[in-house]
């Protein structure tokens, strides 16, 4: 394990909210990765404008001074320079950004030469480095570039926002932490045991239960609420998924302070979960896994795990090919159904 501390103060970026008054308030995004705009007083930057949703937008951080703004099928939308937010935004320095009738600007650079109040400065930020056994599962909207041509950006942004927020509901409900929104997917973690406490996944130390069965429980959620959306909007063809998951040991990032934890896991096994569920499209399935996913499932499941076919598949980015375990959802469900 290491550990570093981080000034909050130094090249933080921040974001600026300009009040009706004329007055303006600085927030610093610093000691998390993630922070939620909206009216609900439980958003990290809470903004009293009636005409912003209760939980309207996210501010996603993904690596030094690179900040999504991702919308979460607000009712009056969010906007990057008056551009409409359909999917998550890459923002740029001085970017302005609008949330129903609230203004605010987004800063990438150092605060040094402007410091935020004593009481929107946060505290040193701790970053712990462990290894863990986690699994990372990748569920991506396809046909998302088809999406943009035939819908209307209104649309386009309801729906899509719709579906981050649920499906990061979805994937807490079952236990899983939402790494990261990348365009037009989810990225999202199951953490089992730090890696000091198992040998491999082949071989689990007394006591040690890899829960994979709700990964695959989260993904089937995501799958069904992703029809209910398909009933809920006016499209000329329904939103298909295709979903990959892989098992293994993970350098896991631990970035916060005093007041709030978060986690973002590195390494090839989260690279492998993309490659996994990139082959979804050559083995013409739903949902595809690793073989170490699926060795921790069958223990699991026990014969129902037959449910999956397998085969040897050429990854990119790998010399040697991988064994992949794929299925559609609809036999997915019926396995997981009580």
Known sequence: MSVTSESAATAAPYVVL?????????????????????????????LSDPSVSRQHA?????????????????RNGSFVNNRRVSIPTLLQDGDHLTLGQSQLEFHSGSLASSEPSPAAKPSDTLVLQTRWLISVAVVDVRGYGQLTQQLDERLLSQVMGDWFR?????????????????????????FHVPQANTASLG????????????????????????????????LP??????????????????????????????????NLAFRIESATRTLNADLAISQDTYTCLAKQLGQAAACFSHQAVELK??????????????????VLSP
């Open 18 to 46: 300009k009040e009706p008054d004329g007055s303006q308030r600085k927030h610093v995004l610093s000691g998390a990765t993630a922070w939620t705009l909206g009216r609900d007083e439980d958003n990290a930057i809470v």
């Open 58 to 74: 996210l501010l996603q951080y993904l690596d030094n001074n690179s900040i999504y703004l991702i919308d979460l099928g607000s």
């Open 166 to 190: 649920r499906g990061g509901d979805i994937i807490q409900q079952y236990g899983g932490t939402v790494d990261k929104y990348i365009g037009d997917a989810i990225m999202a973690v199951w």
């Open 203 to 234: 071989t689990e130390a007394p006591g040690i239960h890899l829960d994979v069965k709700s990964v695959l429980q989260a993904i089937a959620k995501l799958f069904q609420m992703t029809e209910q959306l398909n009933g809920e909007f006016p």
């Open 237 to 270: 063809s329904p939103i298909r998924l295709g979903a990959g998951v892989n098992t293994g040991s993970a350098i896991v990032r631990q970035v916060g302070n005093n007041t709030r934890q978060e986690y973002t896991a590195l390494g090839d096994t989260v």
């Open 317 to 334: 980015g790998y010399a040697h090919r991988h064994q992949v375990y794929y299925c559609d959802v609809w036999s997915l469900q019926a």
